[in-house]
């Protein structure tokens, strides 16, 4: 069974340009979570979907960043204009239970966004 | 903001020898998991551990939790070069379901 894959495995852009990064989750998992980890410090909550819909999305830094999970399947997490503190890995993760009933998450590869 | 701290931020052992780390957390929880990441490559989950736990096994990994000093400890036991890793303690508080990480432990393990 294919794990949580992540496109791309690393991006390098501009300031001011935009990014969007893919996160597909183990298939049958409602849940789907997005982190980041800016380097060297500790790895933060952004946003969590419960199938299609935003069930929590205030580690969200800003109104840059937009999260969608169309049909309930993949998501996208677009960062427009990209800032230089934007960089670092953001990683993926599902579940197939709410995290809250103790279960697993499973993550993905992580995504490594360098912006110059 | 973070709730679990990992200590030390970066540990070197000699290939065999045992690797301890530590992780302190702020508020109550329900549970705390431990993750480790290669380089490259994603998180991947090593052992849970639940509030009313106080120890857990998993092969050469031992995790102890102490609610009442709000601490977990993650032993890896004849250390190999495999395990050079950044590993991460990840809590899950009570009254969120959100995990919460802290910025990790890199190991080294030297050949």
């Known amino acids: 069974e294919a794990g949580v894959t992540q496109f791309p495995s690393h991006s390098v852009i501009e300031k001011g340009q935009t990014v969007t990064l893919r996160c597909d989750p183990i298939?049958?998992?409602?849940?789907l979570y997005w982190y980041r980890r800016v380097m060297g410090k500790e790895i933060k909550f952004l946003l969590h979907?419960?199938?299609?819909?935003?069930?929590?999305e205030s580690g969200m830094p800003n109104n840059r960043f937009l999260a969608e999970r169309t049909g309930g399947t993949y998501s996208t997490l677009k960062v427009q204009p990209a800032e230089l503190e934007d960089s670092g890995v953001y990683f993926c993760?599902?579940?197939?239970?709410?995290?809250?009933?103790?279960?697993?998450?499973?993550f993905g590869q992580g995504t490594r966004l360098t912006v110059v | 903001s973070q709730q679990g701290e990992e200590d030390p931020q970066a540990l070197s052992i000699q290939e065999g020898e045992n690797a301890t780390m530590n992780c302190s957390y702020k508020?109550?929880?329900?549970?705390l998991q431990w993750y480790r990441q290669n380089s490259g490559r994603g998180l991947v989950h090593l052992i849970l551990i639940r509030s009313n736990e106080r120890e857990k096994h998993s092969g050469r990994l031992r995790v102890t939790l102490d609610t009442s000093k709000k601490s977990s400890s993650l032993l890896i036991t004849a250390s190999r070069a495999a395990d050079t890793a950044s590993y991460f303690c990840?809590?899950?508080?009570?009254?969120?379901?959100?995990?919460?990480f802290g910025a990790g432990t890199t190991v080294t393990v030297r050949a």
């Open positions: 298939s049958g998992h409602d849940n």
């Open positions: 993760a599902s579940s197939q239970l709410f995290l809250g009933s103790g279960t697993e998450a499973f």
């Open positions: 508020t109550s929880i329900n549970n």
């Open positions: 990840a809590t899950h508080p009570i009254n969120d379901y959100k995990l919460s």
């Open positions: 979907f419960v199938k299609e819909s935003k069930q929590d």
